[in-house]
């Protein structure tokens, strides 16, 4: 990848960063749970690889929490991290939906930043997984590396002191992913541009789950059937 694609990336981040500041001092619905205990940890290997993981406790009534586990659920709480993509950047970013991949686009194709495979579910009675691959795109150094990078969110059933109440644990995780901005210029650039930038849209998206407002799925792989006259 040339340099000019690079810095008109800076460019970019620089603009959603601004984007992100000006929506979250919008109004917002008010929160039907409660969140508490977000965090961060951010890596580095020696080889370059970066480990993003930002987390956060949603308390909500129990019979909330039930209803919300389900395959249809998880699938919407992706279709939601999408949504908020889309959102908290003002249109900039969003997502093109393809039979066998997901592809995070700058406006339109071929602005591609970033390419994913289509999303793998994993749901038993405490653990909800969704994963996407990473394919390729202008974000990811493809150089030397054979698709082991990945994004997923994972919630877990965790109990509460509060009589009624319970817990969802939920996990965003980018792992093994090597960005091109970092290899390309440096990873102080990258430090303080994307992955900055990733760390304050997912605490939003976490932070706006608080609302129980989870987006249809536009692929509907767990929809409930029609209901029968």
Do not use: C
């Not at 987390?55 to 919300?68: C, S």
């Amino acid at each position: 990848m040339a340099t000019t694609p690079l810095l008109a990336l800076l460019a970019l981040f620089a603009t959603v960063a601004a984007a992100v500041q000006r929506r979250r001092t919008h109004r917002r619905p008010p929160p039907r749970a409660r969140i508490a205990d977000l965090r961060d940890r951010t890596t580095f290997g020696d080889d370059g690889a970066v480990r993003s993981i930002q987390t956060a406790d949603l308390t909500m009534p129990v019979d909330a929490l039930e209803a919300l586990w389900s395959p249809m659920q998880l699938e919407r709480l992706a279709r939601t991290y999408w949504r908020y993509l889309t959102h908290v950047t003002g249109g900039l970013i969003r997502v093109d939906y393809g039979t066998e991949q997901r592809t995070v686009v700058l406006l339109r194709q071929p602005m591609r930043l970033l390419r994913f495979k289509a999303p793998e579910y994993e749901m038993d009675a405490q653990r909800g997984l969704v994963r996407w691959r990473i394919d390729d795109g202008l974000l990811v150094e493809q150089r030397g590396h054979h698709g082991d990078g990945y994004l997923q969110i994972v919630v877990e059933r965790r109990p509460s002191p509060e009589p009624g109440m319970g817990v969802a644990h939920v996990e965003v995780e980018v792992a093994n992913f090597y960005p091109s901005i970092a290899r390309r210029l440096s990873t102080p650039v990258y430090r303080g541009t994307q992955s900055r930038i990733h760390v304050l849209v997912t605490h939003g998206f976490l932070r706006s789950l608080a609302r129980l407002d989870l987006a249809e799925s536009r692929v509907g792989r767990y929809a409930a059937p029609p209901t029968q006259p």
